[in-house]
């Protein structure tokens, strides 16, 4: 099987769960908050399987979606793009995350960047989910980035599902 451009399906789903988000979950309380995230991560799973893999004929993936870097959901640059702004990922000693100041990352240096989930600065408000959480795989052993995480504007990107090679 070939790669497929999957953009389409990917903007529906985004589109799903953020107005189910927006319209019966953010909450200005921090504690409410967090007692309805995870309800909202079954939901935007279901929202995943329905409009992103079932058409692929792949329901067999669905387990993996929100576990992890998916290997087979890859965003590749726009055409026409040199350059990539990405924010990394740093933990920090008592185990928060921040993300560092956006590094340009040359397009055509042979790294993938596999799709993690969208990301919004603000879990409890209203959110946009411009951004996509992705790990980055390098080709070379010596790349400093090597599966690092990273933070990338989802408007420039399309989506392609790479089936795995058995």
């Known amino acids: 099987m070939n790669d497929i451009d999957v953009t389409g399906r990917i903007s529906l789903f ?3 769960a953020r107005h189910a988000w927006n319209t019966y979950f ?8 967090l007692e309805l995230y995870p309800v909202f ?3 935007e799973a279901g929202f995943f399987e329905a409009i992103v893999l079932q058409p692929l004929g792949m329901m067999e993936l669905s387990s993996q979606f929100g576990a992890g870097p998916l290997d087979w959901l890859l965003m590749v640059p726009k055409e026409g793009m040199r350059h990539i702004p990405a924010r990394f990922e740093k933990n920090q000693a008592d185990g928060n995350t921040y993300w560092g100041d956006i590094k340009l990352l040359p397009v055509d240096d042979g790294r993938a960047f596999l799709f993690v989930e969208f990301y919004d600065w ?9 951004h996509a959480r992705v ?3 390098a080709q070379t052993e ?6 690092s995480f990273a933070l990338l504007d989802t408007d420039s990107f399309r989506f392609v599902f790479r089936p795995c090679s058995e």
């Open 14 to 16: 985004r589109e799903a």
């Open 26 to 33: 953010a909450r200005q309380n921090f504690g409410e908050c």
């Open 41 to 43: 991560k079954r939901i």
């Open 122 to 130: 603000d879990w409890c408000g209203y959110i946009d989910m411009s």
């Open 135 to 137: 790990q980055l795989r």
């Open 142 to 147: 010596t790349d400093h980035l090597k599966s």
